[in-house]
């Protein structure tokens, strides 16, 4: 993972680079580092924990340059101290480089650097790169670089800066994202936009083996041992969009209360009077209905998506959907038919597990459409046709807003394909949009409950085990609750099929476990019904989100929680709410770090 950013130019260069590396930290914070050349000169600082501990050892220095890079890391290879932070240096301090992704033949590099008497500083694969770069550096960096580039093996996108070329960044790419910015008498490198939006909109996407020499009046781009070659520039059309807490204690709180103005916007965006419309689809309606299956691709939350997608698009629009974990795709030899239709979901656009699905995909010509939120992610820009989520900057680690944004999204598609193929009636789909336009005022209801889900958290923020179990298009909504208590307050919680309990985890119940059993009204509300009796008959405590009015099952809640009626398959966009909730509250009880989780990246781009 790791983010990087650098400049070439006459602006604050110590102020460039961290504004770029805190708007890069979604991609890794457990150390970072900048270094600069001032005058020919090479400085560099670096340091663990997050970018504000970076601020504060630059306070009393005097950074100064005209050309610098940054990096911002998610450990690899290398616990997050000070010494693996990059920049890595040289042995002599001259050259200093930034990578983000993996070398993995650094340790039979490393052995034969170590024996011609380079010294390694770090237990970083990466350092490889800088001790390569100069054992070939005579007189030419460029040169050192693209014999560099001969021996690795694995990804990067890395910049490098040295003594012996004080004016210019070499920048590489091969597996991770880099992009280069272009300005007046200024120029860029960043892993994404948002780092580097602020001071230009001309963008130029490096491809995989292209390398970029950058010094403040311009840009060349090659191939590895090609020649220079013109690369088309980008002009990005959209705004840097603020992300701060606006009053709130956390990005993870503020973003769970902004969820009724994101279904908002994506419903006024997409849907015009009674019609479904996809600006970006570029899948034309004769493909889609000559497609026979949808094979879905997605990680963590977005493979929860993805699972309450295939309950949708099944019931309404009678379409064979599968649903894979991105990173088990390869593993399964796929049955490829001519008509399928590869859907990849990623809030980031840039997951490393579900981009090499898509590739896969390609290169075996199936037509991929991806729902991404982050617009000119890779995954955006390598699919077909693509479906924006709408759901603006999300910083809390913990998806909230973008999950919902992806199960709306997901459900007007549904609801696009079924009106396509006469699956469903026009009335019905008429019915549906009206429901789904009530959602928005119908989380407000659930976030109004805020302080009874915190009494609940309240009571349970000690138990270091939960349960959660739901049926049907509520069994992801179980899951999606268990991943969100976990990433953010360490506590061990699974996701069920509560018709599952039986076979196993039954064993585990006992008056020590909480169980939050998710039971709206709808056509599994009585087996649900049955399994929480079987959770009370062992003396589990049952946490309830259930429909408002449901006399019945509160008799067999220790506590509940409503969720307005609606229609089933929008259930799970409401049932998620308390459960985000539920999390933040016992996390912010336990002190942790809600917005920053140890061990997580916003953006995973390791395999
Ligand atoms: C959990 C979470 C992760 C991501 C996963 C995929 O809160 O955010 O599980 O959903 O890493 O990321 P994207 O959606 O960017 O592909």
Not at 352 to 368: G, H, M, P, Q, Y
Not at 478 to 502: C, D, P, Q, R, V
Request: aromatic residues 8%; contains cysteine; glycine residues 6%.
């Amino acid at each position: 993972m790791c983010g990087i950013v650098g400049y070439v130019g006459e602006r604050n260069i110590e102020s460039v680079l961290l504004v770029g590396l805190e708007r890069l930290s979604y991609r890794g914070y457990d150390s970072s580092g900048i270094a600069t050349l001032s005058d020919g000169e090479l400085s560099y600082w670096k340091t663990p924990g997050k970018i504000w501990e970076l601020e504060k050892v630059l306070q009393n220095m005097n950074v100064q340059g005209t050309v610098g890079i940054g990096h911002t890391r998610w450990s690899t290879h290398g616990e997050p101290n000070e010494v693996n932070a990059h920049p890595q240096v040289n042995t002599v301090k001259k050259i200093a480089v930034v990578h983000n992704g993996i070398i993995e033949n650094f340790q039979a590099l490393r052995q034969k650097l170590i024996a011609e008497g380079y010294l390694f500083r770090s237990q970083t694969d990466s350092e490889v790169i800088v001790h390569l770069i100069a054992r070939y550096l005579q007189d030419d960096l460029l040169e050192a670089v693209e014999r560099t580039l001969l021996d690795l093996e694995g990804t990067y996108a890395f910049a490098v800066i040295a003594e012996a070329d004080p004016d210019r960044i070499i920048a590489c790419r091969k597996g991770s994202p880099l992009i280069i910015g272009l300005g007046k008498n200024e120029n860029f490198i960043s892993s994404d936009i948002n780092a580097i939006i602020q001071h230009t909109k001309e963008i130029v996407y490096m491809d995989d083996l292209d390398i970029a020499i950058l010094n403040k009046s311009q840009v060349e781009f090659k191939k590895l041992g090609g020649a220079v070659y013109a690369k088309p520039s980008h002009q990005i059309t959209w705004d840097a969009e603020s992300a701060d807490k606006s009053g709130y204690d956390h990005y993870m709180l503020k973003e769970i209360f902004e969820q009724p103005t994101v279904v908002r916007n994506i419903i006024s965006n997409i849907v015009k009077g009674d019609q479904i419309q996809f600006d970006d689809l570029r899948i034309s309606n004769e493909d889609l209905n000559r497609t026979t299956r949808f094979i879905i691709q997605a990680c963590g939350t977005s493979w929860h998506a993805g699972l309450v997608a295939k309950y949708m698009i099944e019931r309404y629009a009678r379409m064979l959907t599968e649903v894979d974990i991105s990173s088990e795709f390869r593993y399964r030899q796929m049955i490829s038919g001519i008509n399928d239709i590869v859907v990849a979901i990623s809030q980031s656009g840039e997951t490393a597990d579900t981009l090499a699905c898509i590739r896969e995909a390609k290169s075996k010509f199936f037509k991929v459409l991806s729902f991404v939120n982050v617009r000119g992610s890779t995954i955006d820009r390598e699919s077909d046709g693509v479906i924006h989520t709408l759901a603006g900057p999300e910083v809390g680690v913990d998806s909230t807003k973008n999950y919902v944004a992806r199960v709306i999204t997901l459900c007007l598609f549904t609801l696009y394909l079924a009106q396509l193929r006469w699956t469903v009636s026009p009335d019905q789909i008429k019915e549906m949009l009206a429901d789904l336009k009530k959602i928005p005022d119908y989380i407000d209801q659930i976030l109004a409950q805020k302080d009874k889900v915190k009494a609940i958290a309240d009571r349970y923020y000690k138990k270091r085990e939960f349960l959660f179990i739901g049926r049907g298009v509520n069994y992801p909504s179980a899951l999606e609750g268990a991943l969100k208590l976990k990433e953010i307050s360490y506590i061990h919680a699974t996701g069920y099929a509560a018709g599952e309990l039986k076979h196993g985890p039954i064993a585990l119940i006992d008056e020590n476990l909480p169980v939050v059993c998710i039971a709206p009204h709808c056509s599994t509300y009585d087996k649900m019904m049955s399994n929480i009796q079987e959770v009370r008959a062992r003396k589990g405590k049952t946490i309830v989100i259930a429909t408002e009015g449901d006399a019945e099952i509160e008799a067999y809640a220790d506590d509940i929680i409503w969720i307005p009626n609606t229609s089933e398959d929008l259930t799970p966009i409401l049932t998620v709410i308390p459960m985000q909730l539920l999390s933040y509250y016992i996390a912010v009880n336990l002190e942790c770090d809600v917005d920053q989780p140890r061990n997580l990246a916003k953006s995973v781009t390791v395999e």
